[in-house]
């Protein structure tokens, strides 16, 4: 019954606000739950790429793509967050978002252990196409360089795409990510109030 349905969700926005709050407070993280719990919501402050489905061109050891959307930022290789391919030709890296969003911004966590300049002349593709496995898409960025173990955010301005890739075109590398977030906000969705009836 919808009244089942109401309690449920002003339940939710409950935790939401008590997320909120404690976001403020640097010693709590709860940014994993609240981004799950915000992109069903489509609220605007949210790492859209945990709800996304990944992709790689190899996969190194256990170094699943996933790791690269898993909510942890840590950078070095043996923690276990950090998605590597093997050293291919134009290694890539794809996240599905299932549907269309207009992109903000793209922030990727490099590895801090080693190599960090393997990075270097990586781009970002956004769009919906899956020519060339999606690396054909247009280009947001290229990366110039990103320190051992630091994250750089990279402004696409709205460009609208289901899919996200990393490749390092034209060199023979190993494309390592430790994260990958994503702000961006989904097109043709459900406004604010699809969590905010009650
Ligand atoms: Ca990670």
């Known amino acids: 019954p919808s009244y089942m349905w109401q ?54 050891g256990n170094a699943k793509p996933e790791n690269a959307i898993d909510g942890n930022r840590a950078s070095n290789y043996n923690q276990g967050s950090c998605a590597h391919t093997n050293n291919n030709l134009n290694p890539w890296w794809r996240l599905d978002l299932l549907k269309t969003y207009k992109i903000n911004t793209v922030t990727i966590t490099n590895r801090q252990d080693c190599c960090p300049e393997r990075i270097n002349g990586a781009e970002i ?49 190993y494309l390592t990510l430790c994260e990958v977030e994503v702000d961006g906000t989904q097109v043709d969705s459900y406004n604010e109030s699809e969590c905010g009836w009650v």
């Open 125 to 173: 593709r956004i769009g919906n196409s899956l020519n060339d496995n999606g690396n054909a898409n247009p280009r947001c960025a290229v990366i110039s360089s990103i320190a051992a173990g630091a994250s750089q955010t990279f402004a696409c301005n709205g460009m609208e795409g289901r899919y996200i890739n990393i490749v390092i075109p034209g060199r023979t590398e």
């Open 7 to 60: 309690s449920l969700i002003m339940f939710i926005k409950q935790i939401l606000l008590l997320h909120r709050f404690l976001k403020l407070s640097p010693q709590y993280n709860f940014d994993s739950s609240y981004d799950i719990i915000a992109n069903i919501c489509n609220f605007s402050e949210t790492n859209v790429a945990r709800i996304g489905q990944v992709a790689q061109s190899s996969t190194y």
